[in-house]
């Protein structure tokens, strides 16, 4: 509407006793979006419809990413639990928020996600597993979110999927009937191991299409095993998807919420003869991310630009209008996806594993859209071509044909290194770190019989190490 024809508005509707209806209306406009924010455990990209895999069962969410926009290069920069979700709530990378690796404590250097919009007058909520370590002394120990306790603060490591998306629904038909724009974050534990889905969806799975970077012997074996639990999982989730999409609609509040799905990193069931996450490969850093907005995104595009988890925390912030504080490390991407923009702030993803199978000081890596490069302390590890090698097959690194690009690649990650703060000798003194040593309990049980650099094999069996508990996380 022209500003001189909602002025002439205004003059006819305060003659005919209108006006309060009028300005109710241009309020209703103005009002920031919602934003319901939902992540799944342990769930890589190529596991969905949406992303090409033939094996999944994902119609609730395919048909989101048809409504909205896919990000085929999300990456989770340090693919594991705690320092993706310290990732997402500080908008930093783990160098610089504390938590490098599970247990290490959180100390986040900036007012984080919940906390900004909290702050812009959302009310906020929270259901599901939370895996973020705090200091003792925090004064809030949420970061934004509700007290655990309160209706809308439920942290728990419940695996069922049902019970938090349930609250979410709760507070979907409560909150929107209010004026206030809320913010609430579902944190489903599925697809993270054990892997046992919900009863009656593993049975759709008795036919399974191995991926082909899948070596003979025991990897091929775990993954036979894994993959139909793994997909049923995934399938109850999507059911439960389906089910907040639903109430958001019976609510009349899909037009004004943004919605996202995404993971915190993904599994390599048996890829490249590994398991679990912690890898700069695909299957461990690619992660779904699904964004529908209708109100200001296009639907049914795909952007193929590298997109990190520092970034979900300012691009959502763009979205809704609300302004972040300074020293985050990820960049807004909202102009790019509203499509004010065709070029990102950014073409790289940097990505970090300090305790890991490489052990300490672990890997670096960068992610652009054709290709992944990383490198240990003592020298260059991998180089793929992902658009001519999506399954990362072949290692150019020792290719005498490609060392002026590994050379160029490397000099580019030690370039990001020296920029972002991070360093080589960085090392944490708290969590799980010391099952990462070489042949510490962590590498021992993860072992399916492939190399890795620095690895010191046990003379134990595989597994017989592993701690009670210790179930990948």
Same mark, same amino acid.
């Given at each position: 509407?022209?500003?001189?024809?909602?002025?002439?508005?205004?003059?006819?509707?305060?003659?005919?006793?209108?006006?309060?209806?009028?300005?109710?209306?241009?309020?209703?406009?103005?009002?920031?979006?919602?934003?319901?924010?939902?992540?799944?455990?342990?769930?890589?990209?190529?596991?969905?419809?949406?992303?090409?895999?033939?094996?999944?069962?994902?119609?609730?969410?395919?048909?989101?990413?048809?409504?909205?926009?896919?990000?085929?290069?999300?990456?989770?920069?340090?693919?594991?639990?705690?320092?993706?979700?310290?990732?997402?709530?500080?908008?930093?990378?783990?160098?610089?928020?504390?938590?490098?690796?599970?247990?290490?404590?959180?100390?986040?250097?900036?007012?984080?996600?919940?906390?900004?919009?909290?702050?812009?007058?959302?009310?906020?909520?929270?259901?599901?597993?939370?895996?973020?370590?705090?200091?003792?002394?925090?004064?809030?120990?949420?970061?934004?979110?509700?007290?655990?306790?309160?209706?809308?603060?439920?942290?728990?490591?419940?695996?069922?999927?049902?019970?938090?998306?349930?609250?979410?629904?709760?507070?979907?038909?409560?909150?929107?009937?209010?004026?206030?724009?809320?913010?609430?974050?579902?944190?489903?534990?599925?697809?993270?191991?054990?892997?046992?889905?919900?009863?009656?969806?593993?049975?759709?799975?008795?036919? %399974?299409?191995? +991926?082909?970077?899948? #070596?003979? =012997?025991?990897?091929? *074996?775990?993954?036979?095993? !894994?993959?139909?639990? @793994?997909?049923?999982?995934?399938?109850?989730?999507?059911?439960?998807?389906?089910?907040?999409?639903?109430?958001?609609?019976?609510?009349?509040?899909?037009?004004?919420?943004?919605?996202?799905?995404?993971?915190?990193?993904?599994?390599?069931?048996?890829?490249?003869?590994?398991?679990?996450?912690?890898?700069?490969?695909?299957?461990?850093?690619?992660?779904?991310?699904? %964004?529908?907005? +209708?109100?200001?995104? #296009?639907? =049914?595009?795909?952007? *193929?630009?590298?997109?990190? !988890?520092?970034?979900? @925390?300012?691009?959502?912030?763009?979205?809704?209008?609300?302004?972040?504080?300074?020293?985050?490390?990820?960049?807004?991407?909202?102009?790019?996806?509203?499509?004010?923009?065709?070029?990102?702030?950014?073409?790289?993803?940097?990505?970090?594993?300090?305790?890991?199978?490489?052990?300490?000081?672990?890997?670096?890596?960068?992610?652009?859209?054709?290709?992944?490069?990383?490198?240990?302390?003592?020298?260059?590890?991998?180089?793929?071509?992902?658009?001519?090698?999506?399954?990362?097959?072949?290692?150019?690194?020792?290719?005498?044909?490609?060392?002026?690009?590994?050379?160029?690649?490397?000099?580019?990650?030690?370039?990001?290194?020296?920029?972002?703060?991070?360093?080589?000798?960085?090392?944490?003194?708290?969590?799980?770190?010391?099952?990462?040593?070489?042949?510490?309990?962590?590498?021992?049980?993860?072992?399916?019989?492939?190399?890795?650099?620095?690895?010191?094999?046990?003379?134990?069996?595989?597994?017989?190490?592993?701690?009670?508990?210790?179930?990948?996380?």
């Amino acid at each position: 509407m022209e500003r001189r024809d909602f002025l002439r508005l205004m003059g006819y509707g305060a003659a005919l006793g209108m006006l309060p209806t009028l300005v109710s209306a241009q309020e209703k406009i103005a009002k920031r979006p919602n934003i319901l924010f939902v992540f799944s455990d342990m769930q890589r990209a190529y596991s969905m419809g949406c992303y090409g895999d033939k094996n999944a069962r994902t119609p609730n969410l395919d048909k989101f990413a048809k409504e909205g926009i896919r990000m085929d290069s999300a990456i989770s920069n340090t693919p594991v639990c705690c320092p993706f979700r310290a990732c997402l709530m500080s908008g930093q990378y783990a160098h610089n928020h504390g938590m490098i690796s599970n247990g290490t404590d959180f100390y986040p250097k900036v007012k984080c996600i919940a906390e900004t919009f909290r702050d812009a007058g959302y009310e906020t909520g929270y259901a599901g597993k939370w895996h973020l370590e705090f200091p003792k002394k925090a004064a809030d120990r949420r970061f934004g979110f509700p007290a655990e306790g309160t209706e809308y603060g439920k942290y728990t490591h419940e695996r069922e999927p049902v019970p938090d998306t349930e609250l979410a629904m709760k507070f979907i038909r409560e909150k929107s009937k209010a004026e206030k724009p809320w913010m609430f974050f579902v944190s489903w534990i599925m697809p993270h191991t054990p892997y046992k889905a919900s009863a009656g969806f593993a049975e759709h799975f008795s036919k %399974i299409e191995i +991926p082909p970077n899948v #070596p003979e =012997g025991a990897a091929r *074996e775990h993954a036979e095993k !894994a993959l139909p639990e @793994y997909y049923g999982m995934i399938e109850g989730i999507d059911v439960q998807f389906g089910r907040l999409m639903q109430e958001l609609e019976k609510a009349g509040a899909a037009e004004d919420t943004i919605v996202v799905f995404t993971s915190d990193h993904g599994d390599m069931i048996g890829s490249h003869g590994y398991k679990v996450k912690r890898w700069p490969h695909e299957e461990s850093a690619r992660i779904p991310f699904l %964004i529908r907005y +209708p109100r200001s995104l #296009p639907a =049914g595009r795909t952007i *193929e630009d590298p997109f990190g !988890a520092p970034d979900i @925390y300012p691009t959502l912030a763009g979205l809704a209008g609300v302004e972040v504080p300074k020293g985050l490390d990820g960049m807004d991407y909202s102009q790019l996806l509203i499509g004010k923009s065709d070029k990102p702030p950014r073409d790289y993803v940097y990505m970090e594993m300090h305790y890991a199978y490489v052990p300490w000081p672990g890997w670096r890596a960068i992610r652009t859209r054709d290709m992944m490069y990383a490198r240990t302390v003592d020298k260059p590890w991998l180089l793929f071509d992902l658009k001519k090698d999506p399954w990362e097959m072949k290692n150019l690194v020792d290719d005498p044909a490609q060392q002026e690009l590994v050379r160029k690649m490397d000099d580019r990650l030690q370039s990001i290194m020296k920029e972002t703060g991070d360093s080589w000798e960085l090392k944490a003194t708290s969590g799980d770190l010391e099952n990462w040593v070489p042949g510490g309990s962590k590498q021992d049980s993860q072992n399916l019989g492939h190399s890795y650099p620095g690895e010191i094999k046990s003379k134990e069996p595989a597994g017989k190490k592993k701690k009670k508990g210790d179930n990948g996380e």
